[in-house]
């Protein structure tokens, strides 16, 4: 299923996502399964299928890695980790720092620096993610161009975990603090 | 009150009169059943004038089953016979070590090859928690038929974080009361409909839902009549009934009663005063009361055994309750991205928000003053019977539009117990998703797959759902097959399975049951059982129910051909209004299986005609939107109805249940 056909968005990874919710919106008006409650069992049918479809573009085209994903496979490329290309050793080994520098954040409970660390891979998905906007700005890009633009998925998997890791903290220690404060309160 | 209009005569008699769809909310402690009433939503009420009525099933020596307030009346006495807050078992497994702290009950344990299913044994009978909730469902019905003269289809409402294993249970129970279950509906939906409906909001907004033995937040976006669930959380086993608990501990250390030493009918009668005490709070500062066990507990002035419990000691005992659904929401409003000081409203909903602790609490922690002005013990029933009047085709508001979510996310386990994700939560409903797999092992001829249902990494951690095998795979070399599971949730929230081997085609489906729930022959023989009773005449039943059901495939066939003819083939129309004809004589007739076949006839005969009309539709929703982003074009448009005819080698639906 190509997610950019469903929902009748061009293929690009810069989507308006606000236009786009919109359509699914008017999508699922015409064809979630309440709306044929008193049809036949094939119209029924038929709507089910068509409705998970369009919901399952819409959760796949609002997610970077996703869209991302769906790009290439429309180009005929196949995608995820076993597929893709190893990544390049100076990329892990910087991955590799900024990993052990957020486990010693945590362990010193240095919130700030785990914040800090954070931004900056936010700031580096940024960079990837217009990357993939400039590739795919123009049309189908050229063999060597998507050559080029592959390794970003990797990458783009790895800062959501780090930042994943990062909330996970941060909600870790907002909890506690939480939980401190009751404790004072009651 | 015997005052009977002679057009109410007249619809007694009127053979045309229209079955009426209802709305249930089977509640934890309390239920009700409402329907759209001159457009307007109304709950039904009782002889007494009463319209909750007490999810309470007594079982009598005689065999007798009483529903509602008789049956609280007995609940001290017969405490085992005596069934409270059944829906807290409802999907559970009966070897299920938490199932046990719920209640006096004598359970039974499950016979091996038998449903793992919690049993009650009352007194010469072993029941169900699905035939409980059946008892419960049957009496609504009644009511709502004393009322209406005929009950149509029902929307049952359910907490919206009830797992897979939970929800099939509510539509068994609804099936084995003999209702034709249009469609479970989460309860904080159900609840923002009656408010959005009727105050024509829009915005986002946070529905606290505190009932009797649930806890749910659902964080809702309402836009031009449609309703998307942002996110829903909580805990399908926190509500009032703990705040009874704690306040029956509290009973028990100030009468210096050890509660552990309690028989099971001393403990009923503490937590009925318990609960008593706890309506008592909402309004009063402090209440007093007598001791349960007379005068030598306690030190009383008189002698007596006046004791008395304070507003403010009663905030302390529930404050840990509260602060238990405090991590849900903020999980919640995380989930959907949002703020709390974002929210335009709190919607309060389930008879514990009433407690005056539950509303500061929730002012304090979403900065609002939260909303109550519809009654939050029948607000859901309300809006069930909205939903219930929408989906029977006769609500006058067409563009209203319920997108509810996964509670909890759906996968399967893989290599080392891990659990892979297929479905994550807060996936908007009905949804489908697809994943690949390969073997491990040379010439392994068969796939074990377990189906899971919970947020944790390891499966052995979650909620597990159902265990099958896709046998009959040729030996191959480990990594060559490939097995494509495919995951698909209906608007109802329920889950099925499908897997194939590719290079095979081998493939089997299954809708999500075994683990916890009865298989579909347990439920037809429960339903048979019940006929025994001299209930009902099953048979004339299934020839009605199957008569409404053509009637309705019919007229809307006839429709769907007027709307759309120029989307008909050569010769179609024709084969389609020949199985009409078919289908209409033998409607005429007395034969339900010879309906059914018709029924299927037409089915098919539609089937290509009703994939091109769904077509349509998606093409004409993409155009109207594409007017207005220019960068939009007609091609787009165009091409949509390509990918959407082309999409679709999902695999078939399983039979509905």
């Not at chain 2, 497994?93 to 049993?119: H, I, Q």
């Not at chain 2, 903020?330 to 703020?339: I, N, P, S, V, Y």
């Not at chain 2, 399975?497 to 081998?506: F, L």
Request: glycine content about 10%.
């Amino acid at each position: 299923m190509d997610p950019f056909a469903t929902l009748g968005a061009p293929r690009r990874f810069d989507l308006d996502l606000s236009a786009l919710e919109k359509t699914h919106r008017e999508l699922s008006r015409a064809l979630h399964p309440d709306k044929f409650a008193q049809a036949g069992a094939s119209e029924r049918r038929a709507a089910l299928e068509k409705a998970a479809n369009v919901n399952e573009a819409w959760r796949a085209l609002r997610d970077p890695i996703r869209r991302a994903e769906a790009l290439f496979q429309a180009e005929g490329l196949a995608v995820g980790e076993t597929h893709e290309p190893k990544a390049s050793p100076a990329f892990l080994m910087a991955v590799m720092e900024e990993r052990e520098a957020l486990s010693e954040a945590r362990a010193a409970r240095d919130l700030a620096k785990v914040k800090t660390l954070g931004a900056g891979i936010a700031s580096r998905a940024k960079t990837a993610e217009s990357r993939l906007t400039a590739g795919f700005a123009g049309g189908s890009p050229s063999k060597d161009e998507l050559a080029t633009l592959l390794p970003l998925l990797g990458e783009l998997r790895f800062y959501r975990r780090f930042l994943d890791e990062v909330e996970a903290i941060e909600e870790e220690a907002e909890e506690a603090a939480l939980a401190r404060a009751n404790e004072v309160s009651s | 009150m015997s005052q009977v209009p002679s057009s109410g005569l007249l619809e007694i008699f009127d053979p045309k009169a229209p079955p009426k769809a209802i709305g249930i909310d089977l509640g934890t402690t309390n239920s009700l059943v409402a329907y759209v009433k001159n457009e307007r939503p109304t709950t039904v009420k009782d002889c007494d004038q009463a319209a909750l009525l007490p999810s309470v099933v007594h079982y009598g020596d005689a065999g007798e089953v009483v529903v509602g307030r008789n049956a609280q009346l007995r609940a001290a006495e017969h405490p085992r016979e005596t069934i409270v807050s059944v829906k807290r078992f409802m999907g559970r497994g009966g070897d299920d070590p938490e199932t046990r702290r719920l209640g006096p009950y004598a359970f039974v344990a499950p016979e091996a090859g038998t449903a793992n299913v919690v049993r009650f044994a009352v007194g010469r009978k072993v029941v169900t928690p699905v035939e409980v909730s059946a008892e419960i469902l049957r009496s609504l019905r009644r009511l709502a038929e004393d009322e209406l003269r005929s009950v149509g289809g029902a929307v049952i409402t359910v907490p919206a974080y009830f797992d897979d294993a939970q929800r099939q249970a509510t539509k068994d129970a609804g099936r084995l009361a003999g209702l034709e279950v249009l469609r479970l509906l989460n309860e904080p939906t159900a609840a923002a409909l009656a408010y959005g409906l009727e105050k024509k909001q829009n915005g986002k907004f946070a529905v606290y839902d505190l009932g009797g033995g649930t806890f749910d937040i659902t964080i809702l976006v309402l836009d031009d009549g449609v309703f998307q669930v942002r996110s829903t959380g909580g805990d399908s086993a926190l509500g009032g009934d703990d705040m009874d608990r704690a306040l029956a501990e509290e009973i028990f250390r100030l009468t210096g009663r050890d509660a552990g030493g309690a028989t099971p009918g001393e403990v009923r009668v503490v937590l009925d005063l318990a609960r008593r005490i706890k309506h008592g709070l909402t309004d009063a500062m402090v209440v007093d009361f007598e001791s349960p066990f007379g005068a030598g507990g306690s030190r009383g002035a008189d002698g007596g055994a006046s004791l008395s419990i304070t507003r403010a000691r009663f905030d302390e005992l529930v404050e840990p309750l509260l602060a238990r659904t405090g991590a849900a929401c903020r999980r919640a409003l995380k989930d959907a991205g949002m703020k709390a000081d974002e929210l335009d409203g709190v919607i309060l909903v389930g008879g514990s928000t009433r407690v005056p602790a539950v509303r500061s609490w929730v002012a304090k922690t979403f900065g609002n003053e939260p909303l109550g002005d519809i009654d939050p013990e029948e607000v859901v029933a309300l809006g069930a019977a909205i939903q219930a009047n929408l989906l029977a085709g006769e609500g006058t508001a067409d563009d209203v539009l319920l997108l509810d979510v996964i509670p909890l996310s759906l996968g399967i386990e893989v290599g080392g117990g891990i659990v892979d994700r297929i479905l994550p939560r807060n996936t908007t409903t009905p949804a489908a998703a697809r994943a690949a797999y390969t073997t491990q092992e040379d010439k392994q001829t068969g796939f074990e797959i377990h189906v899971v249902q919970g947020e944790r990494e390891l499966a052995a951690d979650c909620r597990s759902l159902a265990r099958f095998t896709l046998k009959g795979i040729p030996p191959m070399a480990a990594g060559m097959a490939r097995l494509e599971v495919t995951f698909r949730v209906d608007a109802d929230g329920l889950l099925s399975v499908h897997a194939r081997e590719e290079r095979t085609g081998v493939e089997q489906t299954v809708s999500v049951k075994p683990s916890y729930g009865l298989d579909d022959d347990t439920v037809e023989q429960m339903l048979l059982d019940a006929i025994d009773h001299g209930e009902e005449d099953l048979a004339a039943r299934k020839l009605a129910e199957v008569r409404v059901e053509a009637s309705r495939v019919a007229a809307s066939t006839k429709k769907s051909l007027a709307a759309d003819p120029d989307l008909l083939e050569p010769g179609e129309a024709s084969r389609i209004e020949a199985a009409i004809a078919d289908l209409e004589k033998a409607i005429g007739g007395a034969d339900a299986r010879r309906i059914e076949l018709k029924i299927e006839d037409l089915d098919a005969a539609t089937k290509t005609f009703a994939g091109r009309r769904m077509n349509r539709a998606i093409a004409q929703a993409i155009e109207g939107q594409a007017l207005d982003t220019v960068e939009r074009s007609v091609e787009h448009a165009k091409g949509i109805e390509a990918a959407h005819a082309e999409s679709g080698p999902l695999p078939p639906a399983p039979p509905s249940g």
